[in-house]
């Protein structure tokens, strides 16, 4: 018999989780807090547009509401936790009691969240990782999947980097899903993530434009390396190595700022579409927190102050975005010119 | 009044809560995870019915999901969740918590320190109710006890909270009596000393807790205040009165015991349909005995001291959860021969 799964965060990238995993023919049941979300999937499945592969209809048995989980009863083997990075802590300790002596939550999240993962779960019940999935979820029951499962990718770790029996099922279940790598150092491969998070998120929803449309503005372009460069001298000094993540086999450790640039032409080569929205905008439209302090906060905290100047930035801007004092739009590449003097190199 | 107040976890007893705060016009909102219940409480509002009469209250309910798009702070946020909700549902609202603010539990169960663990001890208080209430429909209570006979215990547990109780029962104070309690974890005990004799046992024979019970029974409930008792005094919480009562009317042991039972059962009064472990088992929920009677249980040995009715407790609503046993009178022998 195969593990008992369960997807805590039923949203796009989850809906795309439980999607690839039952059409595996694996035990999933899915907790999902949107309530219209969960109706819809348990009257009609889960309907993901997959670009070049077409449309995929997946019949959920088991789809929960977050009130349901109190009648649970067996234990989960593996539980995939695909919530925003702020809904991680919350997210842990609702599903903990849950998860067998022996189980594992895996954190398919952007941000630093693994350490967080591990203080609630214990190191042994947790795995962290590296997700690289661009989809949207258009209405509820329905995701557009604009990363096919050949430019899907993952990275995959324990807090020691040991390779247990438990991280390898893991890592073969993810590989329903797209391409997968046991990394050794999850820690620094979440914050090469994090550095092209920065680069990517925040910058092209202030300016309510798809990532490959924002960098494709010169200065924007400028102020998104800069914001990447921030990031990845932020990870150096809080300890982190360069790690190759993406599947990326050839980087130069010695040029960080170079590994930046890399980072990002992978990123619009292999893995969005032109039209493709960052999560944040999509949160934004949905009028709904986004991500912004869990990406840029923690470059912020990591070097001197003063030393991040465009991370600063762009915090300050989603705030005021996410407190109905600001539009976003193309306006805000002037405002932050403004804020920023230009890069003294 | 313009503290911001939240309602995390309306159920029955949020709900009450909430209705009387919000009639009160504060300005309150009700977030819950049950999405028919919000629904229910948007479309018509709540209505709660009392043997005295109804209330009715045109509140702001809100599903989990709509926090992340609330862009709220909270100022006093009692939770009302079920006590092994708690930590979840605190990590939940903690961003949204003022840094001067106050997530209070409103519960069965020790969380006062769960809760303190997650947003610190600056920001909560203790607190024990009395307040029975049942729901089965989405948006309509049933209240055993109308505001005149509910009652809150508060009190601070930490050094830095001292003094500011009083902000706190000002807005309680409008869903019932509220006392000022010195050792409000002691008090907090009290109340799991009674429910680990009453909410297990009703529960498992689906009954009421009424004036007259089968001789056994009344015996099981007594083993079970004696060894909530005794994990309490070896934990270093001392006897203190609870629902309005005095330290002089409790007596000895078996005398207070029985004084907090009848105390229970006038003020909330026959008829009172399912309490709250009923009514989790009637809709196959998880119940709250683990951190109830498991916790007299899992303190007695860590302590070497032994917690047999506790434990006979445990098992039996283990296995109604498990949907192996119903709840039945005949569970009461099961429960006695599991106790030995």
């Known amino acids: 018999m195969g593990p008992r799964i369960a997807i805590l965060g039923t949203g796009a990238n989850g809906s795309v989780f439980a999607s690839d995993l039952i059409l595996a023919g694996h035990d999933v049941t899915c907790i999902e807090q949107w309530p219209e979300h969960v109706e819809k999937i348990r009257a009609d499945g889960i309907t993901i547009d997959i670009e070049e592969e077409g449309t995929v209809v997946t019949q959920v048995d088991n789809m929960l509401h977050l009130c349901d989980v109190a009648t649970l009863t067996e234990p989960f083997d593996i539980v995939f936790l695909l919530l925003k990075a702020y809904d991680t802590r919350w997210g842990c300790e609702l599903i903990k009691p849950h998860v067998a002596d022996d189980g594992v939550v895996v954190g398919v999240q952007n941000g630093m969240t693994f350490d967080d993962i591990i203080d609630i779960m214990g190191a042994d019940r947790s795995i962290g990782s590296v997700i690289e999935v661009s989809s949207t979820m258009l209405e509820p029951g329905f995701v557009e999947r604009q990363s096919p499962h050949a430019r899907s990718w993952f990275g995959v770790g324990t807090d020691d980097g040991e390779v247990t029996p438990r991280l390898l099922e893991v890592a073969d279940l993810m590989r329903h899903v797209g391409e997968v790598e046991v990394v050794y150092d999850i820690r620094s491969a979440k914050w090469m993530k994090l550095v092209i998070n920065a680069v990517e998120l925040v910058p092209s929803a202030v300016l309510d434009m798809s990532i490959p449309g924002a960098s494709q503005v010169p200065q924007m372009r400028e102020l998104m390396i800069r914001a990447g460069n921030e990031a990845i001298d932020a990870g150096l000094a809080a300890g982190h190595e360069i790690v190759p993540i993406f599947g990326l086999d050839d980087i130069d450790r010695a040029r960080p700022h170079q590994y930046v640039i890399t980072l990002l032409e992978k990123l619009m080569d292999d893995f969005v579409l032109e039209t493709t929205r960052s999560t944040v905008l999509q949160d934004w439209i949905r009028g709904r927190h986004s991500e912004v302090n869990e990406i840029h906060g923690p470059v912020v905290a990591a070097l001197p102050t003063g030393a991040a100047p465009v991370n600063e930035a762009m915090i300050k801007l989603a705030m005021e975005i996410e407190r109905g004092e600001r539009d976003r739009g193309r306006s805000n590449l002037e405002v932050l010119l403004a804020e920023l003097a230009p890069e003294s190199v | ?340």
């Open chain 2, 1 to 340: 009044m313009d503290k911001k107040i939240a309602v995390l976890g309306t159920g029955a007893n949020g709900s009450c809560i909430a209705a009387d705060l919000t009639n009160a016009g504060l300005d309150v909102v009700l977030i819950d995870q049950w999405p028919a219940h919000v629904e229910a409480m948007r479309a018509n509002g709540l209505h709660i019915t009392l043997r005295e009469g109804e209330i009715h209250a045109d509140v702001r309910a809100h599903h989990l999901c709509e926090l992340a798009s609330m862009n709220q702070v909270f100022d006093v946020v009692f939770l009302l969740s079920k006590a092994y909700d708690t930590r979840w549902h605190a990590e939940l609202i903690k961003p949204y918590l003022a840094d001067d603010g106050f997530l209070i539990g409103v519960q069965n169960g020790m969380t006062a320190g769960t809760i303190a663990d997650v947003v610190g001890a600056s920001r909560t208080l203790g607190c024990v109710a009395e307040l029975s209430s049942y729901c089965f429909t989405p948006a309509e209570i049933k209240r055993n006890t109308a505001p005149e006979r509910t009652w809150f215990g508060l009190g601070s547990f930490d050094p830095s909270t001292e003094g500011r109780e009083v902000e706190v029962a000002a807005v309680l104070e409008h869903a019932g009596t509220v006392d000022f309690v010195d050792d409000i974890l002691a008090a907090k005990f009290m109340k799991l000393v009674v429910n680990s004799m009453t909410l297990g046992t009703m529960a498992m024979v689906g009954g009421d807790l009424a004036d007259e019970q089968p001789v056994a029974m009344r015996e099981l409930m007594m083993r079970l205040g004696h060894e909530s008792l005794a994990v309490g005094e070896a934990l270093g919480h001392p006897v203190v009165p609870l629902f309005g009562l005095e330290l002089e009317d409790l007596g000895a042991s078996d005398e207070l015991l029985q004084k907090f039972i009848d105390k229970l059962n006038r003020d909330i009064g026959p008829k009172r349909g399912a309490n709250t472990t009923l009514q989790d088992h009637l809709k196959g929920r998880l119940s709250e005995v683990d951190g109830i009677n498991g916790l007299i249980v899992e303190e007695s040995v860590k302590r070497g001291m032994s917690a047999p009715a506790n434990a006979a407790m445990v098992e039996v609503t283990r296995r109604i959860h498990s949907g192996e046993l119903e709840p039945d009178p005949a569970n009461l022998r099961l429960a006695m021969e599991l106790a030995g």
